[in-house]
Nanobody
Framework: VQLVESGGGLVQAGESLRLSCAAS????????MGWFRQAPGKEREGVAV????????YYSDSVKGRFTISRDNAKNTIYLQMNSLKPEDTAVYYC??????????????????????WGRGTQVTVSS
């Protein structure tokens, strides 16, 4: 599956952004799709993931309550609504997909090593 992200940009602290990830040709019901981010000099980290078939979601502790992952099945697209952005949210955000049977727990679902397909990323910069 090919993944294309969009929606990144430069915002001030406290503002919001919505990222989109379009999957082609389509997603399977046993897929997990998620958002990961990588800041300069830091390891890639899981932000939010969504089990396409059942709708289960997991969030990292750093974004829980501020970010929301959602999907539009008709458009084969997932979204990441990011509210109350902080400077520490600055990173390249990547969309990724894998098969659900690879991730049987929250920790594995947020582990970037379990993901097989990746987009090219979109930059999010939050100024203070």
């Amino acid at each position: 599956v090919q993944l294309v992200e969009s929606g990144g940009g430069l915002v001030q602290a406290g503002e919001s952004l919505r990222l989109s990830c379009a999957a082609s040709p389509y997603t399977y019901s046993n897929n997990i799709m998620g958002w990961f981010r990588q800041a300069p000099g830091k390891e890639r980290e899981g932000v939010a993931v969504l089990y396409i078939g059942v709708g289960t979601t997991y969030y990292s502790d750093s974004v829980k309550g501020r970010f929301t992952i959602s999907r539009d099945n008709a458009k084969n697209t997932i979204y990441l609504q990011m509210n109350s952005l902080k400077p520490e949210d600055t990173a390249v955000y990547y969309c990724a997909a894998t098969f659900g049977n690879r991730c049987g727990s929250r920790s594995s679902a947020l582990d970037y090593n379990e993901y097989l397909s990746w987009g090219r990323g979109t930059q999010v910069t939050v100024s203070s």
